[in-house]
């Protein structure tokens, strides 16, 4: 079946590509050259992933908590989030602070560790082939994420970066906070002041997590646990999740030495 996508994508060229006709209106008004639409959408890599319908049908978020607890509060997360907070401590104590908000630094590192495991994961699918494939073979996705496409597009076309060259999950996030494209463009921050906004700087994605939870309700007092779990919530929309994020913070804060 991938074979038989790739071949149909090669075949129809450029002007015939179905996924490209459906964004290509959306990619030019948003900036996007058609030079570098013809150049990402003429890619031989281009892969149509067949098991990713599958992922969505099964999400690790639809597990029992004791289930889901298992894969992501686990000792080798918890020491993994030890080694990473005392490698990065004045970066997590200083970056989680915007605003006059002081978002806790442990539930950032949470957020990290299940996230990407500290960096250690970056995914297995290229961006531009998760997202082209939710278009292509999953109707009640394809909106949303040929909207996650031309801006995905958009962010390479903006850094000069092919499409093809960064790594994901099967959703379509990426880099250490695993931000779809949308969520990149509007909570991402230059953390370092170097001028770019970095999915793989570490002063990036403190900084980018910390506006995420602050712009969606964490408080100003940082002691309301209801807003704190709303913060949380919206960045997976998942109770499995949040309850994840709270734990495993909890047990590395109170192993830091």
Known sequence: MILFFTFIITFFGF???????????????????????KRAFEEQKIVVHKKIPGFFARPYEKKSWDQYKKI???????DGGLDFYKKN???LNSLTVRDGINVDPFIVLSIIGIESNYGLNKGK?????????????MPKRSKWAKRQLVDFLLLCYQDNLSP?????SYAGAFGYGQFIPSSFISYSVDGNSDGKRKPYDWDDVI????????????????DDDKS?????????????????????SQEIKKNIN
């Open 15 to 37: 002007n015939e590509d179905p996924v490209l006709k459906d964004i290509y209106d959306q990619a030019i008004k948003k900036g996007i050259p058609e030079t570098f639409l």
């Open 72 to 78: 992501f509060v686990t000792k080798k997360r918890i």
């Open 89 to 91: 401590r004045d970066k």
């Open 125 to 137: 699918y290229t961006v531009f082939g998760a997202l082209y494939t939710q278009v292509l073979l």
């Open 164 to 168: 093809h060259s960064i790594q994901g």
């Open 207 to 222: 900084a980018s997590i910390t506006n995420y939870l602050i712009k969606n309700g964490y408080p100003s007092e940082g």
């Open 228 to 248: 704190i779990y709303k913060s949380v919530f919206a960045y997976n929309h998942a109770d499995n999740y949040v309850k994840a994020v709270l734990a495993l």
